[in-house]
């Protein structure tokens, strides 16, 4: 039997494996349903999702206020409260993100390559829905709404497991959500809360094999880390971000000044925003005591080796001394790792020993010296001439992202609806058998 | 220091783990050179392998003649005695395999899709090798030539880990490719073996976080779960094959016959050869007696259920009754297990629960029967009215595979160069920051 809403929580005397795994059997058969839902369907389906949001703001915000309060009884940081809160207006914002996505393609039945092979056979690898998504999230309530509306279009059930802070509005919201998905004739089930909020139920989603196709971390880097390394179901790690700004010796000391701000302190709570600063020696004396001062306006904090240090004398930036520690840090702060190197290939080690893989920036006038840096940095990606807060999936025109991916297999940066597909390879024959 | 020969055995008192990661470190240097070789490079180098297999014909099969005798002392069976056994001839053979991968298109390099974003950034997501790639498996030494071959091809070091019946013969071909390597002025480190033939040694190459980006696994079940269960790196899961024939009421008797056949006994002990018939009860009467002499013919065990067994009786073929456990069962033998559904949704339940994802087959002249078969199995390969056996990288126009991966992740189906690379994400601006 298919529940309207979600079903209670789970008391103490159940097994939180148990629940979820039957949680998880519901998605697959949900899934099976997805697989060979129309576009049409589909994008009806997160249009009635968007309209019952909005129709359910009166009991969305009050389980909020719920969590809020108990949030602010709990000492919960001002910060942290006001990712949690939700507002009339923010809701009809996140309704309004599943409507953008229904205005999306269908990655769905997308041929990504085909041929007539010598022997008659036809061949087409086409994409089909990975199956069943398992997000586990922080605070936010929007991740609960986006992932859902993204996992749908691309045909997977979704199996959402936000914090416990968060744990009234988002089954104020999944509750919404499943409404409009039977009023449109698919199955409810195709998106569920994970029951419990336990580390247990956690644990019981990330290690469902057989059950879970794919399971994506949104959060902090504990929180990556823990499932990650927890994990036994295929898992696509997001979000670590140590990312670098390299000025080459041929850069235009306004464009690097320029790009080095917008990259550190445009936004510093993000995963694309750059954490260290390298610098060609040969332009160092020209670049650095403007860089250092626009950075003291914009209040940034300098980390610097030796020579960074002394360029700093008598310009007032605040600058203090580099330590390893800080050459592999994320600071998510208004603070920056800066050093000199003697040269381009000298860039390049300090990035493939401290680097993420996520985004690292090269500003220089030179094609040599852009194409020596694309060449030779492993990364998502790379920014020739544009600030490091270009890497999203937004910008990248991918229309919404479920996270930016870190990892080098299925996925590398940011994670667009193409991204939560596999493929099949379907073979017409006419009788055909190996000789 | 690189060393042209693999590095001496690890002895009792050294930690293998330190040993397997050093070797990782290096083939990560390797990695580096490598990813910038030009397609010219590596097809010279291929060929130079190729050359130098042939050239050290008398060291390997020296080599190769003393794992013989070990296995042969050790009581182990004639079939993996000549899955071990080199002669001139097989050789040769294994060295042209590599000119056959020279002749393939170079994947590095290709532009997978691109785009000029609204505010004029060029974006272009690019194909870039994994970087280190480690690849376990058991006797058979083509395997150490080949997946060095397609490793290198892609700009990937690789980490070779056979089993140990292999080990001098393993030797030996890697020792003759890192000389030719070094030849054409590339690292010899980017093709190794792995120190050391205990368990330790699997486990320390399984575990390198941060060192292998790659582990795939080439064997059995066992081998392959081992690795798969084991691992903290990424891996692909390859070659578990419980492949279905599904044959519909508006099948054409003589085709589904010769498919059957093809499937089930053209090469046993492979993992797209079919373990289970399906037969709509419609056809059943006109199908099975039929079929059933056909296999009785090859000398195919079925397992039957209630219904085949009926069908059975009467035409001298060997039915005996089927088990919950035949319908799971990869038999890698001339068996299969067979039964008689109500309806194409029946039959596609059935692959349902007891599929493994590889590669399932529809013989029927019912275009409608085909689409839904075809949208309702979710599965690496769909077969429409052709044998389970063409699901295979050379079959499908590949050119060569490492393995099929039956994993939804990176790769599904057969896995090419294409497949053993990742992609960069290259944006290029002219100074471009956000708003």
Redesign the interface.
């Known amino acids: 039997m298919t529940l309207l809403h979600t079903p209670p929580e789970v008391s103490g005397q159940e097994d939180p494996t148990a629940a979820v795994h039957a949680a998880a059997a519901r998605a697959r058969v949900a899934a099976?349903e997805l697989?060979?839902a129309t576009r049409t369907t589909k994008d009806a389906a997160l249009r009635a999702m968007a309209d019952g949001l909005v129709a359910a703001t009166p009991a969305v915000l009050a389980a909020n206020a719920d969590d809020v309060a108990l949030a602010q009884a709990a000492g919960t940081s001002p910060a942290l409260v006001d990712r949690l809160t939700l507002t009339a207006q923010r809701l009809a914002g996140i309704a309004q993100a599943l409507r953008d996505v229904a205005d999306l393609p269908d990655p769905v039945g997308e041929v990504v390559r085909g041929?007539r092979?010598?022997n008659g056979?036809q061949?087409t690898?086409v994409r089909?829905p990975?199956?069943v998504i398992g997000v586990v999230y922080e605070a936010r309530p929007n991740v609960t709404v986006d992932a859902a509306g993204l996992a749908l279009k691309s045909g997977n059930a979704v199996l959402l497991r936000g914090s416990s802070s968060g744990r009234r509005s988002n089954r104020a919201l999944v509750d919404a959500m499943r409404e409009a998905l039977l009023g449109v004739g698919l199955p409810a089930d195709a998106v569920q809360a994970v029951p419990g909020d336990t580390h247990a139920s956690v644990q019981a989603l990330i290690t469902a094999r057989g059950l879970v196709?794919?399971v994506v971390p949104r959060g902090g880097a504990d929180l990556i880390q823990a499932v990650v390394?927890g994990a036994?179901v295929?898992v696509?790690e997001t979000g670590v971000g140590n990312c670098h700004v390299y000025v080459d010796e041929a850069a235009?000391v306004d464009?690097a000044v320029?790009?080095l701000?917008?990259s550190k302190a445009?936004r510093v709570s993000v995963c694309n925003a750059a954490e260290t600063l390298l610098v060609h020696a040969g332009i160092a004396e020209a670049f650095l005591p403007v860089a250092l001062a626009a950075l003291a306006q914009e209040e940034v904090t300098v980390h610097g080796d030796a020579a960074v240090v002394a360029a700093a004398a008598g310009t007032g930036a605040g600058v203090v001394p580099v330590t390893e520690a800080d050459w592999l840090t994320e600071y998510y702060s208004l603070d920056i790792a800066a050093g000199v190197v003697a040269s381009l290939d000298d860039a390049l080690a300090h990035i493939?020993r401290y680097g993420s893989g996520h985004t690292e920036a090269i500003v220089t006038g030179s094609t040599r010296a852009?194409a020596a840096f694309?060449?030779?940095?492993?990364?998502?990606?790379?920014?020739?001439?544009?600030?490091t807060?270009?890497?999203d999936g937004g910008?990248?025109?991918f229309g919404a992202e479920i996270g930016i991916s870190t990892?080098?297999?299925?996925a590398?940066?940011?994670m667009g609806l193409t991204e939560m597909t596999?493929?099949?390879?379907?073979?017409?024959?006419?009788?055909?058998?190996?000789p």
């Open positions: 099976r697989r060979s041929s092979l010598p056979l061949l690898q089909v990975l199956g196709d794919l390394t036994t295929p696509i235009d464009m320029a790009i701000l917008n445009q493939a852009a694309v060449a030779g940095v492993d990364a998502a990606a790379v920014m020739v001439n544009a600030s807060r270009f890497t910008e990248f025109g990892q080098k297999l299925h590398r940066g940011p596999t493929t099949t390879y379907v073979v017409v024959g006419d009788g055909h058998v190996r």
